[in-house]
């Protein structure tokens, strides 16, 4: 028997097995790398919302100095953020933190914050000023509903 196939050549069967080889082989990388880039990326926007959260504890300070100066009130609970109007709209101009605040709770005098939320995107930054610490919470939702209809 003569074999009339060169020697680098593969038969037909040969070259699907070893391409099916090759894909399975790069799905499998692929299914092991994803959840670890996924965690790299969500880590980095914990970074972003954290260092946002910084900016937005100096442009409180800032703000809440400026005010005491003025002899204009700092914290008002009934409004949005937990600050007064004006106050509010200049922390979100100076910081330009892309989430929203609430102030939660400030000294005797109503001026200085000691703690807040922050939040971004799915991420929750809580600050408190003694100790000084910053936790970033991230947040999923699980069940969202929305009902149109009177029951």
């Known amino acids: 028997m003569t074999n009339n196939q060169p020697t680098n050549q593969l038969s037909k069967p040969n070259r699907i097995i070893r391409y099916l080889s090759i894909v399975v082989l790069i799905l499998a990388v692929l299914t092991a790398a994803i959840p ?65 605040f609430w102030v939660l709770q400030t000294d005797e005098s109503g001026y200085e914050v000691l703690r807040f939320l922050y939040q971004e995107g799915d991420f929750m930054v809580s600050y408190c000023k003694e100790p000084l610490t910053y936790e970033v919470y991230y947040q999923q939702t699980y069940i969202w509903a929305q009902y149109n209809a009177v029951y």
């Open 36 to 100: 670890g880039t996924l965690m790299i990326m969500r880590r980095a926007d914990a970074q972003v919302a954290l260092g946002n959260a910084k900016s937005l504890r100096i442009a409180l300070d800032v703000a809440s100095t400026e005010a005491y100066g003025a002899g204009r009130p700092f914290r008002d609970s009934s409004s949005q953020g937990g600050v007064a109007g004006e106050v509010w709209r200049k922390v979100l101009m100076d910081s330009k933190a892309p989430g929203d």
